[in-house]
């Protein structure tokens, strides 16, 4: 017959790169601006000045990129930043999306 072999499909699938996932910070009322740049800081390792440009965009456009990562990295990320939110009673949202 023409069958196609399996193991030709497991090997195309194998070339192509894991998906990436956005991470990104939404906008809320009540987390205060200085928080968020905090947050940046500490779990995007971000300098001063780009968790400020960051912060900024959340708070004039609604959210903003904290970085790009694998899908492992962005679960875990995105579990610390809410958890540390939560702790510090913040009500700070984070999200990861297919990049």
Do not use: W
Not at 27 to 54: H, K
């Amino acid at each position: 017959g023409t069958d196609i072999a399996p193991d030709k499909v497991v090997e195309k699938q194998k070339l192509l790169p894991p998906p990436l996932y956005k991470i990104l910070i939404l906008n809320d009322d009540f987390t205060p601006m200085d928080f968020v740049v905090f947050v940046l800081e500490r779990f995007f390792y971000m300098s001063r000045a780009r968790a400020t440009q960051i912060m900024l965009q959340v708070h004039e456009t609604g959210q903003g990129l904290c970085g790009i990562y694998s899908r492992d990295v962005a679960e875990t990320k995105v579990q610390a930043v809410e958890a540390y939110a939560r702790s510090a009673e913040h009500p700070l949202r984070c999200i990861m999306e297919e990049n």
